[in-house]
């Protein structure tokens, strides 16, 4: 976003070499079900194409779909419950702190015993994974608002609703933006590990099964659809957000603003 | 307009009051400067003023009446201009207009385009607070203070964050606009020679705890120019000033 293509021309170069060094040594190992080369695991994903797309895949994205949906309105609430209240920040936000230091992957198992096999027992993994990171980022947000600007607006008459909604909402929205672009990629490992302890269906759980038969690529291939389904899916609000911000230019570090700044600078005129 | 009536305030952070007992009266229309050394509590003043902080004993009037049954009275400019980066100046100057909520959003734009032209800034609207400069962005906040609507203005320090050139501009800029609006203008500096070019009338804090502000009334008439400084009896009055913030420093 910040450059022009021709600034991904190193990294794209560097994937490349990467995926050739891969290719090579695969080739050399000559030993498909513990290291499959990129060629043969794209060409596994594309027969494997039917059930990886039309089941496997919608079932991960509704757990992180159900699961992000989860996390953005528990992890939302609870950012505005503390910035709201003081004591609800001092009661919560230790033992926020803490849930973290909770192995979620390995409380997975346990989800399942409660939850079984289907999609609750992933959701929660992937909300406990989740919800961290956007509540977080988001109190950020409304931490990061100068007290001088909420006093001003004070004296201009505004209650505590009008300077949520003028001055701390829009202050939030790239917090929030972050918070959920690092979600993202978190709630499809929260997926993934949830499906690959126990379920029916899912990315995880057919990567899974491909390792008992021993085919290397088959365990690749929905490793590569979930690394692309996260990409597209950060591509998507990346998206969303710069249409947010277009729009009322959202912070001085937003993009676009970025840009325009730098355009006008040469023609600033020093005026007092 | 402005009235203090034995008011005490106390921080919480701190063991003594300081503001002691203090009372002062500011006329309609006046354009009066507080001075002080730094961390004397002329802000403070200017919290009392707009309600960020309530006195622990005591009485504020505007217009004769005790500012808690009142709303809107006082425009208060802080030293930083405070805009909003993701707004553009127009609509970061109609804010207190949004807030009053009373207004059309075609009266709402309309009046911040003519608060805007009124400070210089015409056309500069559509722009963002960054792609102005330091002064221009202290006018649109100047301009926001404006459509506030009350008579009363209190400005804190507006200018002492821009360079020395800027400010010489800037002051005579306020002159002028105070000499069109002719609202009451209290205004706190730390710089004599900014006080002294721009009010009627002076308070110098005597010391921390603020106990009194004793007033000077400034010999030279308006309209005022960089010259106006330079009369002797003006630079009688700014020695004098001055002789008595060291005594306090020391």
Redesign the interface.
């Known amino acids: 976003m910040r450059q022009s293509n021709q600034g991904n021309l190193p990294a794209a170069m560097l994937v490349l070499a990467l995926l050739m060094l891969w290719q090579i040594v695969a080739m050399g190992m000559d030993a498909a079900y513990i290291l499959p080369g990129p060629v043969q695991v794209v060409l596994r994903l594309w027969e494997l194409r039917v059930p990886l797309f039309c089941v496997h895949l919608p079932a991960t994205m509704a757990v992180v779909g159900v699961g992000l949906v989860i996390s953005v309105v528990l992890g939302l609430g609870l950012a505005v419950l503390m910035d709201g209240h003081p004591a609800a920040e001092k009661a919560l936000y230790p033992l926020i702190i803490a849930s973290q230091t909770i192995p979620t992957t390995a409380l997975a198992p346990l989800f399942v015993l409660w939850f079984g096999y289907g999609l609750w027992s992933k959701v929660l993994v992937t909300v406990l994974m989740t919800f961290f990171p956007i509540t977080i980022t988001v109190f950020d947000g409304f931490r990061s608002v ?1 007290t ?2 909420i ?8 209650d505590k609703q ?1 300077i949520f909604r ?2 701390k909402l ?2 939030v929205l790239p917090y929030f933006f972050s918070a959920i672009k690092m979600s993202v990629p978190l709630s499809i490992i929260g997926a993934a590990i949830g499906e690959w302890l126990g379920a029916q269906r899912g990315l995880g759980y057919f990567s899974r099964r491909m390792m008992t038969q021993l085919d290397g690529a088959g365990v690749f291939a929905p490793i590569l659809l979930l690394s692309v389904a996260a990409m597209i899916l950060v591509a998507i609000v990346s998206i969303i957000e710069k249409c947010v911000i277009t729009k ?5 570090e ?1 993009p676009i ?1 970025v840009a ?2 730098k355009r ?1 600078s040469k023609k ?5 | 307009m402005l009235t203090f009536k034995n008011v005490t305030f106390q921080y919480k952070e701190e063991d003594f009051s300081i503001i002691d007992h203090l009372s002062f009266h500011v006329d309609d229309g006046e354009f009066v400067s507080i001075i002080g050394p730094s961390g004397c509590g002329k802000s403070t003043i200017f919290r009392l003023v ?3 902080q309530d006195p622990k004993s005591g009485e504020i009037l505007v217009d004769g009446m005790p500012i808690d049954s009142q ?2 009275y ?3 400019m ?1 030293q ?1 201009d ?1 805009l ?5 100046v127009v609509k970061n100057v109609r ?2 207009l ?3 909520g009373a207004f059309s959003e075609s009266e709402m734009n309309q009046r911040a385009e003519q608060a805007l032209a009124a400070v210089g800034l015409e056309g500069q609207g559509r ?2 607070p ?2 102005l ?4 962005r202290q006018r649109a906040a100047f301009a926001r203070t404006l459509l ?1 609507g009350s008579n009363l203005l209190l400005l804190d320090e507006p200018f002492s964050a ?1 360079d020395y ?2 400010r010489l ?2 002051r005579e800029w306020l002159l002028e606009q105070w000499e069109r609006e002719r609202k009451t203008v209290l205004f706190v500096t730390h710089d004599v020679e900014e006080a002294l070019f721009l009010s009627n009338r002076v308070l110098a804090a005597e010391g921390a705890p603020i106990t009194q502000l004793r007033s000077f009334r400034i010999p030279a008439g308006y309209p005022r120019t960089p010259e106006t400084l330079q009369q002797s009896e003006m630079l009688v009055q700014k020695e004098q000033l001055i002789a008595m913030l060291r005594r306090k420093v020391s």
């Open positions: 100068k001088e600007m006093e001003l607006l004070f004296t201009f008459g505004a009008q003028k001055l829009p202050a009322e230019a959202v912070l001085g937003a603003y325009k700044e006008s600033r005129n020093v005026t007092a | 707009n309600r960020l709303k809107h006082c425009g208060y802080p930083q405070m909003l980066p993701w707004r553009t804010l207190p949004e807030i009053q722009k963002f960054k792609e400069s330091g002064g221009m506030t821009l050139l800027t501009t800037m």
